[in-house]
């Protein structure tokens, strides 16, 4: 008969080295299909580089949606329009909702939005005064 180690028989001893040897190989596989290496002197676990890679999207998404949206015209007039058009453009990116509060905590990352000019290409339109007077077409329809 074979011999015995700590109660067990050569064959079950080999067998196990093998299913050990098949996970490992099965963990090298999945930790490489991550973009690092087992041999790599800083692993990485794999939740947080999903996270930091959802991170990253996120931001990506947002700084797509400020060329559309600049941020000077959040300080502007018109600041809760583009930020309706911001987490619109989020929501639709990700199939998810996003409350305002979300994208401006977003935006801060990049932005002082205290610190950002606003956008003075309304101001001056909306500051501009005129005289109204009806025309005199007008009065003489009512006379008649």
């Known amino acids: 008969?074979?011999?015995m180690t700590n109660g067990k028989s050569k064959k079950e001893v080999k067998e196990e080295i093998k299913k050990e040897e098949i996970q490992d190989e099965e963990d090298e596989q999945e930790q490489e299909q991550?973009?690092?290496?087992?041999?790599?002197?800083?692993?990485i676990n794999s939740s947080s580089l999903r996270k930091e890679k959802s991170e990253?999207?996120?931001?990506?998404?947002?700084l797509e949606a400020l060329e559309i949206y600049p941020p000077s015209k959040l300080r502007?007039?018109?600041r809760h329009f583009v930020l309706?058009?911001?987490?619109?453009?989020?929501?639709?990116?990700?199939?998810?909702?996003?409350?305002a509060d979300d994208v401006l905590k977003l935006v801060v990352?990049?932005?002082n939005l205290e610190m950002v000019k606003p956008d003075d290409e309304?101001?001056?339109?909306l500051s501009h005064?005129?005289?109204?007077h009806l025309p005199q077409s007008f009065f003489a329809d009512e006379e008649n």
């Open 1 to 3: 008969m074979g011999q």
């Open 34 to 43: 991550d973009g690092v290496s087992v041999h790599s002197p800083c692993k």
């Open 56 to 62: 990253v999207d996120l931001e990506l998404r947002l």
């Open 76 to 78: 502007g007039v018109h």
């Open 84 to 99: 309706y058009g911001l987490t619109e453009y989020m929501r639709r990116s990700f199939n998810r909702p996003f409350t």
């Open 109 to 111: 990352r990049f932005y």
């Open 122 to 125: 309304d101001a001056e339109f």
């Open 129 to 132: 005064e005129e005289d109204f």
